[in-house]
């Protein structure tokens, strides 16, 4: 369901932010952090924990408003309540041929301090016109 979105998401954001294409991984974890997430969440969760090759990062999210009035039942303990948000980032983000995963290493419904989605960059999707179209 989030990929759906985030394919949908991404006209609209760009459409309304202005934002040129980014040139790099780093450039384009800020404009998530600090554009995107503003936009829609009206929060500003902070980049950290970069690989050393610059292809991860983590995105700590020291308050997530998807959880907020929300408890997991002890029958759903191994819930990931918000996943969807690493479907929407992922599925904004092959719209802009890039390829990336999402996955959530830290959440507060399950009792940590914060909620951290790591993203790590797996290649650049190239653009593939049919044959005599160029």
């Known amino acids: 369901m989030g990929y759906n979105i985030g394919v949908r998401l991404i006209e609209d954001f760009l459409a309304r932010s ?3 294409r980014c040139h790099d991984f780093r450039e384009t974890a800020d404009v998530i952090a600090k554009v995107a997430f503003k936009m829609y969440l009206g ?3 902070s980049i950290t924990n970069w690989s050393p090759a610059g292809d991860e990062f983590s995105l700590i999210l020291e308050n997530n408003p998807l959880v907020d009035f929300v408890e997991l039942p002890d029958n759903h303990s191994s819930l990931i309540y918000s996943n969807l948000l690493c479907g929407v980032l992922r ?3 092959e719209m802009v041929q890039m390829a990336v995963e999402a996955k959530f290493v830290q959440d507060t ?7 951290e989605i790591r993203m790590r960059f797996i290649r650049r999707i ?4 049919p044959a005599g179209e160029e």
């Open 18 to 20: 202005n934002v040129g």
């Open 43 to 45: 929060i500003t969760p």
């Open 91 to 93: 599925g904004a983000l």
């Open 109 to 115: 419904l399950k009792g940590d301090g914060v909620t």
């Open 126 to 129: 190239e653009d593939n016109l």
